[in-house]
T-cell receptor
C-alpha cells in the first residue's frame, strides 16, 4: 500500500467514549500532521510531529491526545469529546525542507 | 483573522476554457505557496507549489502565478476539463519550511461539459 492511509474512514461516538484514529504513511517522510476540517472553515492544524517529536500544538483541547510511536505511524486518541468536535480529521506527512504535505483520505467523525 | 483568503466560494467554467482561481494573503513572511485539489470523501491532493523567489511555476495544464507586492497568487487551469471539478485550496507557509501550512477556505470549481 502506498501514500497516506487513515482508519477508520467513518466514526460515530458518544461523548463518554474513548476512541483512536490511526494514520500510516508509506512515503518515507519524517514529519506527520493532524488537521481538523469543520464545515465552512479552513483546514486547522492541530499537531505536528517531526522525527517523532511533537514540535507544534496549536492550543488543542486536552481531550485530543496525539501519539507518534515511529516516523510511519500517528495516532489521535479521543476522549470525552463534544458535539462541536464533529469534523473531518485529516492526517498528512511530508519530507523535511521546502516540500508539500501529502494527505490521507480523512476520518469523518460524528460526536453524538 | 484569516491570513489566507479565497474570496470566491465557487467558480463555474465551460470545458476547454481557462479557469482562474485566486488567493490573497496578509502575512508578508509567507514564502512558500501551494495549491491543493479536493474531491468529496477524499483528502486534499497536492497540485503545484511556488516559492517566493519565483513569480511563475508551470506543470502541464496548471500554472501558478505569484505577485508578492500585491500578496496575491492565482492558479490557472487551461484547458479546463470536467474532471477538474473539485474544491481548490490555497495554502502558504513561512520561514522557508512547509511544516506550518495556513489554508484558505477553498473555491469549488465546476467545469461544465
Amino acid at each position: 500500500e502506498t501514500g497516506v492511509t487513515q482508519t477508520p474512514r467513518h466514526l460515530v461516538m458518544g461523548m463518554t467514549n474513548k476512541k483512536s484514529l490511526k494514520c500510516e504513511q508509506h512515503l518515507g517522510h519524517n514529519a506527520m500532521y493532524w488537521y481538523k476540517q469543520s464545515a465552512k472553515k479552513p483546514l486547522e492544524l492541530m499537531f505536528v510531529y517531526s522525527l517523532e517529536e511533537r514540535v507544534e500544538n496549536n492550543s488543542v483541547p486536552s481531550r485530543f491526545s496525539p501519539e507518534c510511536p515511529n516516523s510511519s505511524h500517528l495516532f489521535l486518541h479521543l476522549h470525552t469529546l463534544q458535539p462541536e468536535d464533529s469534523a473531518l480529521y485529516l492526517c498528512a506527512s511530508s519530507p523535511s525542507g521546502l516540500a508539500p504535505q501529502y494527505f490521507g483520505p480523512g476520518t469523518r467523525l460524528l460526536v453524538l | 483573522d484569516q491570513q489566507v483568503k479565497q474570496n470566491s466560494p465557487s467558480l463555474s467554467v465551460q470545458e476547454g476554457r481557462i479557469s482562474i482561481l485566486n488567493c490573497d494573503y496578509t502575512n508578508s513572511m509567507f514564502d512558500y505557496f501551494l495549491w491543493y485539489k479536493k474531491y468529496p470523501a477524499e483528502g486534499p491532493t497536492f497540485l503545484i507549489s511556488i516559492s517566493s523567489i519565483k513569480d511563475k511555476n508551470e506543470d502541464g495544464r496548471f500554472t501558478v502565478f505569484l505577485n508578492k507586492s500585491a500578496k496575491h497568487l492565482s492558479l490557472h487551469i487551461v484547458p479546463s476539463q470536467p474532471g477538474d471539478s473539485a474544491v481548490y485550496f490555497c495554502a502558504a507557509s513561512e520561514e522557508g519550511g512547509s511544516e506550518k501550512l495556513v489554508f484558505g477556505k477553498g473555491t469549488k470549481l465546476t467545469v461544465n461539459p
